[in-house]
């Protein structure tokens, strides 16, 4: 099965940083990997797929970067409404495993 | 519109079974797979497995194979997931999922609360 290690767990950070997340595949999976965001009581929600796709509506200060084995979530420019917890995903074949997750907190 | 509504929130007994659901409207039911995520209070997601409504086909995470049960029902566009003998260590939201080939899990049920207490 293949793993999928992110990092970091706990990024502090302020309003207009620049932040990066990282997952980490235990092999190669091309470029499936999708990222959500979900706050405290709701539903995740789809940012990118396929490592660099934007979702539709998903504002443009997101992106996603990477293939093969390494891949970032970017949000440029953090805003107020970004503090929340973060998934990567593959979905290259099953189990489709998600990373640890990480929380996006106000320095 | 398409869309995703599961079933409400359950408060069960251990050893108890359980059927919670997942019904889908505005797409072709048989056309994406549906997946099961589970997250226990203040943790991560967990996928638990899929199923391709076109033939029932399921694929369980080794961590829940054996302990839950997914299945569909074609006729009502609705996928189900299923205990026998339920667990406090069950007690977690379980959402729902589509499952694009391209766009991975793109569309979410609200999730359902299972509460598994004694």
């Known amino acids: 099965d293949i793993q999928m290690t992110q990092s970091p767990s706990t990024l502090s950070a302020s309003v207009g940083d620049r932040v990066t997340i990282t997952c980490r595949a235990s092999q190669s999976i091309s470029t499936w990997v999708a990222w959500y965001q979900q706050k405290p009581g709701k539903v995740p929600k789809v940012l990118i797929y396929?490592?660099?796709n934007l979702e539709s509506g998903v504002p443009s200060r997101f992106s996603g970067s990477g293939s093969g084995t390494e891949f970032t979530l970017t949000i440029r420019s953090l805003q107020p409404d970004d503090f929340a917890f973060y998934y990567c995903?593959?979905?290259?074949?099953?189990?489709?495993?998600f990373g640890q997750g990480t929380k996006v907190e106000i320095k | 519109e398409v869309q995703l509504v599961q079933s409400g929130a359950e408060v069960k007994k251990p050893g108890e079974s359980l059927r919670i659901s997942c019904q889908t409207s505005?797409?072709?039911?048989?056309?994406?797979?549906i997946s099961w995520v589970r997250q226990m209070p203040g943790k991560g997601l967990e996928w638990m497995g899929g199923i391709n409504p076109h033939d029932s086909y399921t694929n369980y995470s080794p961590s829940f194979r054996g302990h839950v049960t997914i299945s569909v029902d074609k006729s009502i566009s609705t996928a189900y997931l299923q205990w026998s003998s339920l667990k406090a260590s069950d007690s977690a939201m379980y959402y729902c999922?589509?499952?694009?080939?391209?766009?991975?899990?793109?569309?979410w049920g609200q999730g359902t609360l299972v509460t598994v207490s004694s």
């Open positions: 995903q593959h979905y290259k074949d099953y189990p489709e495993t």
């Open positions: 999922a589509r499952r694009s080939g391209i766009t991975g899990t793109d569309l």
């Open positions: 396929q490592a660099s």
């Open positions: 505005g797409y072709s039911f048989s056309s994406y797979w």
